[in-house]
């Protein structure tokens, strides 16, 4: 039976991405593990018949030290443990996983490239240069497979030599069970409600929508309300405790932290505005709007621009503009009908793209191809 280690920055994003993938391939005859941090969910993961094992990591940290423990761990591991095929998940798993998987002679690689974050926005820096050397050095061997999720990231990594075309493998995201998330219509009565689901985080464009909540305030309050559902973040981007509590009244603008009802609370909205710039995968706050049937506002912008036809199932607005943000979502809050139709389409998009059944087909073909 071939091992597969499955390498994820944290427990909850491997429960919300990755826990069907795992799952398929423990039902097709691999020992599957799952190496991530626990953040609290080890039990779950557990109760789902996995062993876990803890990996040291900062997710969002360059602590010099911190980033070579979590490559010394994922080395001293793969030596003891030679697993058949290991499948990074994230930049940094990536970055040392791929590493360590080359010193170490691991006969398959997988490396899923869930979004490049802020690091590479506006050019690549230095660090973001070192970055793409190393991948490149660890990707020149046989057996690596390499899954974007989008067109932008893609043309990075081929510009720059880190994979060639026979290593690249695609999917739109990390997929929707769209049985679980099925297409429902708009609320009929009650106030038009606005929603975001995300980490509280700059790039994201929390406070790009609170500025154009803003904005629509003195001619709408009380015919619409903003729900912001997610966590803070210890991210240097990450917003503050303090400034959520002074821009959101729990009556206009209301943000509820992390919860795990977002798919009732999609259900119960109308619209989903998600303005990021963080250089997305294919975010999966948008595959989650779109597979419930609603119309999405998002910035022209890598990964986002992916879950969205402009005009057809939503709009594509200047990232960090709320006044162009606040125009798009004016024209859907005086349309119902355009809201309805680009809903619908949305759930279009999401049967003929954004399927699990397909990403998991798309996974299991890797697998057993390295293995």
Not at 149 to 165: A, H, R, T
Request: net charge positive; glycine share 8%.
């Amino acid at each position: 039976m071939a091992k597969i280690f499955i390498v994820v920055n944290e427990d909850r994003f491997f429960l919300s991405h990755r826990k069907p993938i795992a799952i398929a391939a423990r039902e097709n005859g691999f020992e599957t593990i799952i190496v991530t941090k626990d953040t609290g969910c080890r039990s779950k993961i557990e109760d789902l018949g996995f062993k876990m094992i803890n990996l040291p990591i900062n997710p969002t940290g360059m602590n010099p030290i911190q980033e070579f423990r979590t490559f010394l761990f994922l080395y001293r591991l793969y030596q003891k443990e030679k697993p058949d095929i290991v499948h990074h998940v994230g930049l940094k798993n990536i970055l040392w996983g791929g590493l360590a998987a080359k010193l170490c002679k691991i006969k398959g690689v997988v490396n899923a490239v869930s979004g490049l974050g802020g690091l590479f926005n506006g050019g690549l820096s230095r660090t973001a240069k070192g970055i793409l050397r190393i991948m490149k050095y660890s990707n020149d061997r046989p057996n690596i497979k390499v899954i974007f999720q989008n067109n932008d990231d893609k043309s990075i990594f081929l510009s720059n030599s880190v994979v060639n075309p026979e290593q690249i493998e695609f999917t739109k995201g990390s997929g929707i069970d769209l049985k679980e998330y099925s297409y429902k219509p708009e609320p009929e009565t009650g106030e038009i409600i606005i929603i975001f689901t995300a980490r509280m985080v700059k790039e994201k464009g929390v406070c790009d929508l609170i500025d154009a909540a803003e904005l629509l305030k003195p001619q709408y309050k009380g015919q619409i309300k903003f729900i912001l559902c997610g966590r803070l973040t210890p991210n240097k981007s990450g917003i503050t405790m303090e400034y959520m509590n002074t821009h959101c009244d729990g009556d206009y603008i209301c943000w509820l932290g992390e919860r795990n009802d977002v798919k009732q609370l999609l259900e119960n909205s109308h619209i989903m505005a998600f303005p990021s710039y963080y250089r997305e995968g294919v975010p999966k706050s948008l595959i989650e709007a779109s597979a419930i049937g609603r119309p999405i506002i998002t910035c022209d912008s890598t990964g986002c621009r992916d879950v969205v036809d402009n005009g057809h199932n939503g709009f594509l607005v200047k990232p960090q503009n709320p006044t162009e943000l606040a125009d798009a979502l004016k024209e859907l809050i005086e349309n119902r009908i355009l809201r309805q139709r680009m809903g619908e389409a949305s759930r279009e998009k999401a049967e003929q793209e954004f399927s699990i059944e397909k990403v998991i087909e798309t996974h299991l073909a890797i697998y057993k191809n390295l293995s």
